[in-house]
Every structure is written in C-alpha cells, then in structure tokens.
C-alpha cells in the first residue's frame, strides 16, 4: 500500500511557494495578501482559520482573519466583502463557510471581486472551471489533483468516482479529473448500489462528509482511494469518511486523515492567492 502523504506534497509547494513571494516582492514592493472573513466562532471553522493566516505567514506572505459577529447583517457582510474589493493590497478573498443560516451564501459569492476569488468559488470561477479558462481553481480538489501528480498516479483514460456533489468539492473535483482526462462518475447520496459504482473504478475521491461511513466491502486491490472527509470523533480523534485502519489494508494506495487532503487545501489557498496577486499586477 502506498501512503499518499499530503503533507509532504504541500511542504513542497509550500517551499516553491515562499520563492514566489519573495519574487512578487521584488517586483511590485509589497507581498501577496490574503483576508479572511469568518463569521461567528464555530470552532472547528476558527481552527481552519488560523491555519490558513498561519500558513501565510509561514511563506511570507501577508495575511489578516476578519472575524464577524454571529449575527452581522447581510449588508454589513457584503459591505466588508466590498471594501476588500476595493483594496488595491487585497489579492484574495475567502469567506469561511458554513456562514450562518440567516445569510444569503448567493449573494455573498456574487459580491467578492471573481479576481480576488482564492476560493475559486465564484459562479464566474466555476465556469471557467468547466470552459477551460486559465484561472483559479477551487483549492480541495486542486490538492487533490496535485496529490496524485506527484506520486504519479495516472488518471488519463481511467475510471474515477467521485462520490459527493458539493459546489465546494465535488462538482470541481469532477471538472478537474475530466480535465486530467479521466472517464468520470458523480456518485452522491442518491446513487444506487454505490459499491457497484466504485467497484471497476480505478481513483475514488471520497467526499460524502459521513464520518467513518465507507469500510472495506467497498475497495479492492485496484483502488486508489482518496479522501476529503475530515471529523472529530467523541474522544477527539480526527478521521475521513473511510474507515482508514480496515481500508488501507486493502487498496493499492490512499490519503490519510489528517495529513492527507487537508494540508493540500491550505497550500493550494495561498498558490491561487500569488496567482491571482500576479495576474491582477500584471494587468495594472
Ligand atoms: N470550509 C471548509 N473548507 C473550506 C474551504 O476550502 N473554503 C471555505 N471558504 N470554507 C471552507
């Protein structure tokens, strides 16, 4: 079994990374900048924040959380999301989801600058994702794809499903594989027989959010298995949707949690950040 140590493929981006920031610096005379909006304090989206604020600084590169009360307006949302629009220092924009229930996602993705979508989020970003568009790309399924670039893992003319249809990693994660030119399936909570499904599959990207929900009965020897899950048991413990202990023993390779997917989303975050710093320098 080969373990697909995401941790190790985005220290290595992550290194190339820093060496891009001090190459922005040279030529514009400030660094890449990332703000962050979140809005209340769940506290597993706090701990993902500072990830990503942590990771920043780490390459160098500037960054700011912009922690919003609970119960800030809809307005008073979109008009921070505004004036970030309007920073000329501001490259990238995320706002950390799940936002609460009496927020209007739509229209809160409608309103951030698509040349300062980090997230790769934006309806803009998503079309052209799919009209092959040089552009940002969401950063789960961007990590993903690098994963399996750099333990070569071919996906030209195989079989890969993914099951999962989120706008955040599942519909993204099948643009990119089709890219890659992998044969894909979409499977979700409303696919039939599922283990029929994944069974001739060669690549299984997991994204269903069911903690520990996918055991051995659905891998065999062929499958390279990776998952985007990420759960917190009753005694802390973090795990994916498949159940690593029982199916690592099977496939032929896959990611662990953590230390697979979730290090990969960060570092792709500050890669689409610089890229679009660039982009949007280079048209001023
Ligand atoms: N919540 C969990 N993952 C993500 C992500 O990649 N981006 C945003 N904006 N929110 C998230």
Redesign the pocket.
Known sequence: MILLDGRKVADDLKAKLALDVVEFEKAYHRKPCLKVIIVGNDPA?MV?VKSKHMACQKVGMGSEIINLDSNVTQANLENEIQKLNNDNNVDGI?????VPKHIDLTAVLKTIDPKKDA?G?TFLSAGYLWSDFEHVQ???PSGVIKILDFYNIPLKGKRAVVIGRSQ?VGKPMAALLLKKNATVTIAHSGTENLRHVVQDAEVVVVAAGKMSFFGSEYFNKNHVVVDVGIHKDLNGKLGGDVKFDEVSAVVKAITPVPGGVGPM?IAC?LENTIKLARMRMAKA
């Open positions: 989206s993902y995320l706002v950390q989801l799940p997230d989020l969401p950063c789960t955040i989303t975050l």
